[in-house]
């Protein structure tokens, strides 16, 4: 099984690397549309400013490819915000796979969100085996809302979409490859159980 990790200016390469290997993958790590496009699995990670990570996956051109991509693709932290309609935090839409503005938490919440955090109303197949309420690792300041593609709800001063899907897209807010045992198991499933959900 071929693996993609998308290289571009805010990815949280290593760490995903790192955790894959722990599975027995070694991934691939591209920003060539071809390595991409024939990938059994491809993940979009991401840390730091939603603008800059836009601006550089608009820049090596995979802005229209990532939509594009038809094999169950894994979208973490900023990878996830770029998916949907607009980014508040840049400005500009984003790729509109999901459906709603990310949103900065509002004044009554710390920011950054840091930490581990509970996860409920667990929906998608990937979460098989996990536990309701387990708790997930979060590094962020800006949330897409609960909408109907919500397979995952966070409550941090309000409620918002740790997990969403929409057809082979399955996006996570929290991160993983830093959540222990509980995120191996997630990525296991994305990686070895994936082609059923998608």
């Known amino acids: 099984m071929r693996t993609a990790i998308i290289r571009y200016n805010a990815g949280n390469i290593r760490?995903?690397?790192?955790?894959?290997?722990?599975?027995?993958?070694e991934p691939v790590i591209t920003d060539d549309p071809d390595?991409?496009?024939?990938?059994?699995?491809?993940i979009f990670p991401g840390v730091g400013n939603a603008g800059s990570a836009l601006s550089s996956i608009?820049?090596?051109?995979?802005?229209?490819?990532?939509?594009r991509l038809k094999q169950p693709v894994l979208a973490i932290c900023v990878?996830?915000?770029?998916?949907?309609?607009?980014?508040?935090?840049?400005?500009?839409?984003?790729m509109g796979i999901l459906a709603g503005t990310v949103r900065r938490f509002p004044p009554s919440a710390?920011?950054?969100?840091?930490?581990w955090n509970s996860v409920h109303s667990l929906q998608d197949p990937c979460f098989e085996g996990i536990k309701e309420g387990s708790y997930l690792y979060f590094v962020?300041?800006?949330?897409?809302?609960?909408?109907?593609q919500t397979v995952g709800i966070c409550d941090y001063s309000i409620p918002f979409s740790a997990a969403m899907r929409q057809d082979n897209f399955l996006a996570l807010q929290f991160h993983p490859e830093k959540s222990g045992t509980i995120g191996q198991d997630i990525l296991s499933n994305f990686l070895f159980k994936g082609e059923s959900y998608a």
Do not use: C, F, W
């Not at 390595?35 to 491809?42: T, W």
């Not at 608009?58 to 939509?67: H, K, Q, S």
């Not at 710390?110 to 930490?115: L, R």
């Open 79 to 94: 990878g996830m915000q770029l998916l949907g309609e607009y980014l508040e935090e840049a400005d500009e839409e984003g």
């Open 58 to 67: 608009r820049e090596n051109g995979l802005i229209n490819l990532i939509p």
């Open 110 to 115: 710390k920011v950054p969100h840091t930490g």
């Open 15 to 25: 760490s995903v690397t790192n955790a894959l290997n722990r599975l027995g993958v």
């Open 140 to 148: 962020h300041s800006y949330y897409l809302p609960v909408g109907e």
């Open 35 to 42: 390595e991409l496009l024939k990938a059994d699995r491809v």
